[in-house]
């Protein structure tokens, strides 16, 4: 690069920089210097953008690959759009235990989290496990693994800085601590940063195979039509986008590692081996499948009888060993003990939710990201041209399926789709790249015309459908933590996108039907499993069931109506089914609490309340308010699915009860693990 080259590329840079900058800077230090924020970042967003078209225009001669271009604005894109959020971080449970690390190491100089958590004044009801629990070292424990803040740590430290220079000359935040919006906002960056170096290791890895055109597509279909969509931006501070992008970094060193077999490239991938480790353990998942091409290379060219080739293995280990050093060493001051016993909810390794976890509204893995469904039809190529890269795919994939399966949790809380699936995000690409390429190769022009305009509406649409999924889950429209009604999201012009979600569907709903004898509901009733009462992971069992739930069944209205200016659930015949799917590993006591009235002029009517068809209490109901509370022992219970039923005397005449409320709560009980601990966050 000449000396034109490398002025160009500092102007780039300071261009970005500035952004950069303008966007961690806080709105109202930016307007007391008399500048409009926005104004101010818009502008500099349009020179950034110039610069690098300006960069690529100057390097275009010697053959420069313009994919750079694509990630470099999608950067400024997610970096600007940053600066249109609130300027305040909600912070969850998640994204405070991986953000703690960061001021409690750089500020404090401990690993003492609590004064942490109890600046972000969560409630200290539902977290009490948190705070009262202490390790043999005397520290509040922290379950969650340290790579992420390694990770974050220099956008940590840059936030940190101009903090403090934004306090020496007393503009805004003043003194709010490293929780503060400058310290946040420069670890989002950090964030999008990340999740864009991934997308473009990703593209060089394909692009050897595929070539650049078929690569850099496949790549930004799957980011538009994946989870990783949200993740990418910014706005969690969990650890989804750093795994997937240092999954994508570790396919491309093993990919160079296997044509190279240098030393620096051994010792680069294992360092970045080891970061993927301590950012989230279950990515030791896609080590296992890497372990298949590494192997058969080393076999192949007898690296362990050359000098080099041992060489190559002490730099592997020595990186690893960098890269997740720095875990055992959180682990041993936090807990005392360099490999812990970190605690978590039993796996069900006999009894999977396989089909749950793949196909379930509950953040299944193919209803929420159907684009996936075409990348695993995309590995049979790769299975064809390469067969141990598809084995070391394929490993993980299944491996991370009945990992997350086994969790009573598959669904993984407050999730946007199938985030636990997000490390395996390169794998999809490569098996879209595969399967375009497969439609690009087709020898007859017509077959190849209508498979291309095929493909493309197919990635337009689930990317339509994704944005609308990703829409209404970062405006909270939807229930973030329970299971959906698809057709809640997809409405008018999105409605659509029901023919592709409800037929996914299909898989669960037939086994559901078969397992509890069910009646198999159609498109219209939008039944799945994986809306749930209780499942293990309700940490204080109290749930309120919403009247418009689809788990009323049979005798009961479609939908909740407004009855004297609130909403009821009407009970229409003389019989009412609720279908309440339970799961327990360890089975507590169960009240449920209803509170139902009858029709005025009704008088009073007799109701039976049953479970399973075994009658558990009596009440008169009255027009007047009437509370019923039933305590279910673990023996009235199965685990799977409950039916709840209601049985009124008198009249079948509609409306028969009209249910006001109903609520589940879990009875408190001793458990050797804490509630709060889980083992695939």
């Given at each position: 690069?000449?000396?034109?080259?490398?002025?160009?590329?500092?102007?780039?840079?300071?261009?970005?920089?500035?952004?950069?900058?303008?966007?961690?800077?806080?709105?109202?230090?930016?307007?007391?210097?008399?500048?409009?924020?926005?104004?101010?970042?818009?502008?500099?967003?349009?020179?950034?953008?110039?610069?690098?078209?300006?960069?690529?225009?100057?390097?275009?001669?010697?053959?420069?690959?313009?994919?750079?271009?694509?990630?470099?604005?999608?950067?400024?894109?997610?970096?600007?759009?940053?600066?249109?959020?609130?300027?305040?971080?909600?912070?969850?449970?998640?994204?405070?235990?991986?953000?703690?690390?960061?001021?409690?190491?750089?500020?404090?100089?401990?690993?003492?989290?609590?004064?942490?958590?109890?600046?972000?004044?969560?409630?200290?009801?539902?977290?009490?496990?948190?705070?009262?629990?202490?390790?043999?070292?005397?520290?509040?424990?922290?379950?969650?693994?340290?790579?992420?803040?390694?990770?974050?740590?220099?956008?940590?430290?840059?936030?940190?800085?101009?903090?403090?220079?934004?306090?020496?000359?007393?503009?805004?935040?003043?003194?709010?601590?490293?929780?503060?919006?400058?310290?946040?906002?420069?670890?989002?960056?950090?964030?999008?940063?990340?999740?864009?170096?991934?997308?473009?290791?990703?593209?060089?890895?394909?692009?050897?195979?595929?070539?650049?055109?078929?690569?850099?597509?496949?790549?930004?279909?799957?980011?538009?039509?994946?989870?990783l969509l949200v993740y990418a931006t910014g706005i969690r501070l969990t650890s989804e986008a750093a795994s997937a992008s240092?999954?994508?970094?570790?396919?491309?060193?093993?990919?160079?590692?296997?044509?190279?077999?240098?030393?620096?490239?051994?010792?680069?991938?294992?360092?970045?081996?080891?970061?993927?480790?301590?950012?989230?353990?279950?990515?030791?998942?896609?080590?296992?499948?890497?372990?298949?091409?590494?192997?058969?290379?080393?076999?192949?060219?007898?690296?362990?009888?050359?000098?080099?080739?041992?060489?190559?293995?002490?730099?592997?280990?020595?990186?690893?060993?960098?890269?997740?050093?720095?875990?055992?060493?959180?682990?041993?001051?936090?807990?005392?003990?360099?490999?812990?016993?970190?605690?978590?909810?039993?796996?069900?390794?006999?009894?999977?939710?396989?089909?749950?976890?793949?196909?379930?509204?509950?953040?299944?893995?193919?209803?929420?990201?159907?684009?996936?469904?075409?990348?695993?039809?995309?590995?049979?190529?790769?299975?064809?041209?390469?067969?141990?890269?598809?084995?070391?795919?394929?490993?993980?994939?299944?491996?991370?399926?009945?990992?997350?399966?086994?969790?009573?949790?598959?669904?993984?809380?407050?999730?946007?789709?199938?985030?636990?699936?997000?490390?395996?995000?390169?794998?999809?690409?490569?098996?879209?790249?595969?399967?375009?390429?497969?439609?690009?190769?087709?020898?007859?022009?017509?077959?190849?015309?209508?498979?291309?305009?095929?493909?493309?509406?197919?990635?337009?649409?689930?990317?339509?459908?994704?944005?609308?999924?990703?829409?209404?889950?970062?405006?909270?429209?939807?229930?973030?933590?329970?299971?959906?009604?698809?057709?809640?999201?997809?409405?008018?012009?999105?409605?659509?996108?029901?023919?592709?979600?409800?037929?996914?569907?299909?898989?669960?709903?037939?086994?559901?039907?078969?397992?509890?004898?069910?009646?198999l509901y159609g498109l219209e009733n939008e039944y799945v499993i994986g809306d749930d009462v209780f499942y293990f992971q309700?940490?204080?069992?109290?749930?309120?069931?919403?009247?418009?739930?689809?788990?009323?069944?049979?005798?009961?209205?479609?939908?909740?109506?407004?009855?004297?200016?609130?909403?009821?659930?009407?009970?229409?015949?003389?019989?009412?089914?609720?279908?309440?799917?339970?799961?327990?590993?360890?089975?507590?006591?169960?009240?449920?609490?209803?509170?139902?009235?009858?029709?005025?002029?009704?008088?009073?009517?007799?109701?039976?309340?049953?479970?399973?068809?075994?009658?558990?209490?009596?009440?008169?109901?009255?027009?007047?308010?009437?509370?019923?509370?039933?305590?279910?022992?673990?023996?009235?219970?199965?685990?799977?699915?409950?039916?709840?039923?209601?049985?009124?005397?008198?009249?079948?005449?509609?409306?028969?009860?009209?249910?006001?409320?109903?609520?589940?709560?879990?009875?408190?009980?001793?458990?050797?693990?804490?509630?709060?601990?889980?083992?695939?966050?």
């Amino acid at each position: 690069m000449g000396v034109n080259g490398r002025i160009v590329t500092a102007v780039c840079s300071l261009c970005v920089a500035s952004l950069v900058v303008s966007v961690i800077l806080p709105g109202a230090a930016i307007e007391m210097l008399g500048i409009r924020s926005t104004a101010l970042r818009t502008a500099l967003l349009a020179i950034s953008a110039a610069s690098i078209v300006w960069r690529y225009w100057c390097a275009r001669a010697r053959g420069s690959d313009a994919a750079w271009v694509a990630f470099a604005f999608i950067f400024l894109f997610l970096t600007y759009r940053l600066s249109l959020r609130p300027e305040s971080y909600n912070f969850g449970l998640d994204s405070a235990f991986y953000y703690a690390y960061l001021p409690s190491t750089f500020i404090d100089g401990d690993l003492d989290f609590e004064n942490q958590f109890r600046s972000l004044e969560f409630d200290r009801g539902a977290l009490r496990d948190i705070f009262e629990a202490r390790t043999p070292t005397g520290h509040v424990p922290n379950v969650f693994p340290a790579g992420c803040a390694i990770l974050w740590s220099p956008f940590f430290l840059l936030g940190h800085v101009i903090a403090g220079l934004l306090g020496l000359i007393s503009l805004p935040p003043g003194p709010g601590g490293a929780f503060d919006l400058v310290h946040v906002r420069a670890v989002q960056i950090g964030q999008v940063w990340l999740s864009v170096m991934g997308l473009y290791a990703a593209y060089r890895f394909l692009s050897r195979w595929y070539g650049r055109a078929v690569s850099l597509s496949a790549v930004l279909c799957i980011w538009v039509a994946s989870p990783l969509l949200v993740y990418a931006t910014g706005i969690r501070l969990t650890s989804e986008a750093a795994s997937a992008s240092l999954a994508a970094i570790l396919l491309l060193l093993v990919q160079r590692w296997m044509e190279s077999r240098g030393v620096l490239t051994a010792a680069a991938l294992g360092l970045v081996a080891g970061l993927a480790v301590a950012v989230r353990l279950q990515n030791l998942l896609l080590l296992v499948g890497l372990l298949f091409p590494l192997l058969a290379c080393i076999r192949h060219h007898r690296l362990l009888r050359t000098g080099g080739g041992r060489a190559a293995a002490w730099a592997m280990l020595a990186g690893g060993a960098l890269g997740f050093g720095p875990q055992l060493v959180t682990w041993r001051i936090i807990f005392g003990e360099w490999i812990p016993s970190l605690g978590h909810l039993a796996p069900n390794w006999g009894d999977p939710f396989i089909l749950e976890s793949l196909f379930s509204s509950r953040k299944g893995l193919f209803t929420w990201s159907p684009i996936f469904v075409l990348s695993i039809i995309g590995l049979i190529w790769v299975f064809r041209a390469r067969r141990i890269w598809a084995i070391a795919f394929v490993m993980p994939l299944a491996l991370n399926t009945y990992l997350n399966a086994a969790q009573p949790d598959f669904w993984a809380g407050t999730a946007f789709g199938a985030r636990r699936f997000l490390s395996c995000t390169p794998i999809f690409a490569a098996g879209l790249a595969a399967l375009l390429a497969a439609v690009s190769a087709m020898t007859r022009r017509r077959w190849r015309a209508i498979g291309a305009a095929a493909l493309l509406a197919t990635w337009s649409f689930f990317g339509l459908m994704n944005l609308r999924l990703a829409s209404a889950f970062t405006k909270g429209t939807v229930d973030r933590y329970h299971a959906i009604r698809f057709s809640d999201v997809f409405n008018g012009d999105y409605s659509v996108h029901r023919w592709v979600v409800y037929p996914l569907q299909l898989p669960v709903q037939t086994l559901f039907s078969l397992r509890y004898g069910l009646p198999l509901y159609g498109l219209e009733n939008e039944y799945v499993i994986g809306d749930d009462v209780f499942y293990f992971q309700e940490k204080h069992g109290n749930l309120i069931l919403g009247l418009n739930n689809p788990l009323f069944g049979p005798g009961w209205s479609d939908d909740a109506v407004e009855r004297t200016g609130e909403q009821v659930r009407v009970m229409e015949s003389n019989v009412g089914l609720m279908n309440i799917p339970m799961y327990f590993l360890q089975r507590p006591g169960v009240i449920v609490e209803m509170t139902l009235t009858v029709p005025e002029n009704e008088g009073t009517r007799r109701v039976e309340v049953l479970l399973n068809g075994q009658r558990l209490d009596v009440v008169r109901a009255s027009a007047a308010r009437t509370d019923l509370s039933v305590r279910l022992s673990p023996r009235e219970y199965i685990n799977g699915m409950n039916v709840l039923e209601l049985q009124a005397q008198g009249d079948s005449g509609s409306p028969v009860l009209y249910l006001r409320s109903i609520r589940f709560i879990r009875t408190r009980q001793k458990t050797t693990d804490p509630a709060w601990w889980v083992g695939t966050s």
